[in-house]
Each structure stands twice: as structure tokens, then as C-alpha cells.
């Protein structure tokens, strides 16, 4: 037997087992004393954090770019001022597609256990977390690691648990029941989350100019004009309706654990991606690491305690037949500090189709974007390389 012929199932078995290692998950490795990033996780050259994008030549001079993301103060917004903050609101979707939400009356205890639960939840022996170990996109729990593990040929840092909380009786018994006060801290989170996103998306709809502003002047003036308030009306159930259909919507809780990482260059904790669903509230730690792309650059979230970083996700930017931008962000590692965020991505129920508001399309703004339901977005997951913004890329009519 030749060499070669013994040395290929020994390699083959080598690195399934190194595989299997891999599918354990970034924190397990960083409790084993890791102090070199695998191959696995190790970036093609061009795409490592610290290259510029979008110039000719590729240069690794790192590049650190702060931005002040707008601040929309949500008790403001409930105010006398509502009409200029939902101004800097649609100017926050439409250049940024991210804005940092404050005031926004969840109060810190909630906000600040649910980050220490989860810390606690990682803090766990790897036997207690693999028990919600699943690759089951449609599991009400599921604990995994790197991006999407079962397709990625290049490994992320990171760990996650995601919660399905909608229909909270049906999903809440498969939810972790260590720590002990794991269920309780996170419903009660989920709950407000929820109550909040219903509010953001009112404020949202208004911005897009859905909603009749002046309700209750032209309800007085009714009796005299009847006619001309129809279309009002039809304003006013129409955002109803929308809001009805997203009290009973879809949410996704996502708890992401980023470990130390012994080369952080190498690697990223989340690859360039934009968010599946109408509207991502995270809550990040003291600890950065959040980045989007902004006007061709990468650029740092810096965290705000007790805030929530809001994204327009796909969902909207499709809802708003484009008007509102559905962007990329990332997430870099660190070698020194852990790094926990707490993502809550809210939509439409799995079985509705998405498409542009009618109310938002006519002759001089044409419609851009196709129907888009869960199944094609699954489809899209399954089949290809889902790190790249290609989803809603892919449902934009041809404009050539
Ligand atoms: C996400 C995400 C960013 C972060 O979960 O989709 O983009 O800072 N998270 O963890
Ligand atoms: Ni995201």
C-alpha cells in the first residue's frame, strides 16, 4: 500500500473530527485555551476586517471610523414633537437604515438582566447548553454557532441562542430552564420588546406619510364634508390593519456570544449581512463591535447603555418599495473581552406574503420589488451563500 493511499482516510478522519469540533461552538474552543484562530474560521485576504472597501488596491491599514448614529428619543416621539421627530426618523431609515433608540421606557432592570442571564446561559458547561443544539430552522430553540453552520465554509465567532417567541404557549415549553430564571427574565424582555416594536412600527408607517396626522380635526369637521374624509378613513383602517397583522407577527430573539479571540484580524463574529425581517432591535453590551457599512465605509456602532440600536431589515426596505434601506453590518471580535448582544427581529407572520405598499407606488414611483414570502427566503438560505446581501438583491425587478 502506498503512503498516500494510508495517509488520505487518516486525513479525512482528522478533520471530521475536527468538523465535529468546530460545530461545538467558538466559546467551547476559547475555554480549551485556543491561541490560534483554526483555518476554518480564517477570512479570505480581502475579506478581513481591517481591509478598506471599495478601493483599488486592497490596504490592511486598519481603519477606525466612529460614527454618531441618529438618536431617536422614543418618549419625545409620544410628544408635543412628534411631528419633527418622525422627520429625523425617515432621514435616519433613509441614510443610515439604522438609528439608536433612547427613552424608550423599558426599564433598565429588564434590560439589564436579560444581557446577565445570557452571560449566565454561556457561562454554562457546554453538556447544559448542547441540549438546545438543534439545526432546525423551524425549532422554537436553537443553539448553534458561526452564521449558518450546516452551509458556511468559513466559520464566524461566534455562539448564539435563538428563541422563537411567537406563539409565546407554544414556543415558551421549549425554552431553556437553566438558569433557573432564564424563562422568566426573557419573556418578561420579549413581552416589552414586543409592545415597543408595535409603537416603532406606528411611528414608522406615520413617517412613510401612511397615516392621517390630522385625525381628530377632520373628524370634527366631518359633518360638513363628508366626501373629502373618505380617504382619511381609508388611511386610518389601512394602518389598522397593518398594525393587526403585526400584533400577531413573527419574533425571533437572538442571543449572540462573542468569545475572546486570540487573532481577531483574521476572523469576524458576524459576516456582512442585513437583517431578514421589518424592523432588528439589539441590545449590545459595553463592549463594541457592531459595524455598518456607511456610505462605502465600515464604521463603528459605539454602545449606549440602556439603549436599543434599531435596523430597517429587508421586510421594510421592501414594504417602502425602497425608500427605506435595509443595510449591511457586521461584527468584529476582540482578544481581550467577551462581547453579549440581544437581538429581536420582529415581522409580518411567517405565512404572509411582503410586498411594496400600494399606497406608495404610482406612475412617477414605480413599483421595485417582487412578492416575498418565508418559503422563498428559506429556499434562498438553503441554496446559497446568504452572508452577502444577495436575498434582497434577488427581489428587485430586473430595471435594465
Ligand atoms: C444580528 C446582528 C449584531 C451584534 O444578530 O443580526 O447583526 O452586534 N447582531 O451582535
Ligand atoms: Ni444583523
Not at 466559546?27 to 478581513?48: D, F, Q
Not at 366631518?222 to 380617504?231: G, I, L, Q, T, W
Request: aromatic share 10%.
Amino acid at each position: 500500500m502506498s503512503p498516500a493511499m494510508v495517509m488520505s482516510p487518516k486525513q479525512s478522519n482528522y478533520d471530521s473530527t475536527l468538523e465535529f469540533q468546530y460545530q461545538k461552538g467558538v466559546k467551547h474552543m476559547y475555554e480549551n485555551g485556543i491561541e490560534h484562530v483554526p483555518n476554518k474560521y480564517i477570512l479570505p485576504a480581502s475579506e478581513r476586517p481591517n481591509v478598506v472597501i471599495n478601493s483599488e488596491k486592497s490596504s490592511h491599514v486598519p481603519q477606525i471610523i466612529n460614527v454618531q448614529l441618529p438618536i431617536i428619543d422614543f418618549a419625545q416621539l409620544q410628544g408635543p414633537n412628534r411631528t419633527e421627530v418622525l422627520e429625523s426618523l425617515s432621514y435616519a431609515c433613509q441614510n443610515y437604515g439604522f438609528f439608536q433608540l433612547v427613552n424608550h421606557g423599558i426599564p433598565d432592570e429588564i434590560m439589564n438582566e436579560m444581557v446577565n442571564v445570557s452571560k449566565r446561559f454561556f457561562e454554562m458547561p457546554f453538556s447544559e447548553r448542547e441540549k438546545y443544539m438543534s439545526t432546525d430552522m423551524s425549532s422554537p430553540v436553537r443553539y448553534g454557532t458561526s452564521f449558518n453552520q450546516t452551509n458556511d465554509g468559513v466559520f464566524c465567532w461566534r455562539d448564539f441562542l435563538k428563541l422563537s417567541c411567537h406563539p409565546l404557549p407554544e414556543t415558551l415549553p421549549y425554552w431553556p430552564t437553566s438558569p433557573l430564571d432564564f424563562r422568566q427574565l426573557a419573556v418578561t424582555y420579549a413581552k416589552e420588546n414586543k409592545y415597543l416594536f408595535l409603537m416603532l412600527v406606528e411611528a414608522i408607517l406615520e413617517s412613510l406619510g401612511l397615516k392621517n396626522k390630522e385625525k381628530k380635526t377632520k373628524l370634527v369637521a366631518k359633518n360638513d364634508d363628508d366626501e373629502n374624509n373618505d380617504d382619511d378613513d381609508d388611511d386610518d383602517d389601512y394602518i389598522e390593519e397593518i398594525l393587526k397583522e403585526f400584533e400577531d407577527g413573527s419574533q425571533l430573539m437572538v442571543v449572540n456570544c462573542y468569545p475572546p479571540c486570540p487573532e481577531p484580524d483574521l476572523t469576524l463574529g458576524m459576516p456582512p449581512h442585513s437583517d431578514y425581517g421589518f424592523l432588528t432591535l439589539l441590545q449590545q453590551d459595553e463592549v463594541k463591535g457592531l459595524q455598518i457599512q456607511h456610505q462605502d465605509k465600515w464604521v463603528t456602532i459605539q454602545p449606549i447603555p440602556g439603549s436599543f440600536v434599531v435596523n430597517v431589515g429587508d421586510h421594510l426596505e421592501i414594504f417602502s418599495n425602497g425608500k427605506y434601506k435595509s443595510v449591511l453590518h457586521r461584527v468584529l471580535v476582540n482578544s481581550m473581552k467577551h462581547r453579549i448582544s440581544v437581538a429581536s427581529l420582529h415581522s409580518l407572520p411567517f405565512a404572509n406574503t411582503v410586498r411594496p405598499s400600494p399606497k406608495l407606488i404610482d406612475e412617477t414611483n414605480p413599483r421595485l420589488y417582487k412578492d416575498t414570502d418565508f418559503a422563498s427566503f428559506l429556499q434562498y438560505v438553503k441554496s446559497c451563500d446568504s452572508t452577502k446581501k444577495n436575498f434582497i438583491e434577488s427581489r428587485k425587478f430586473d430595471q435594465s
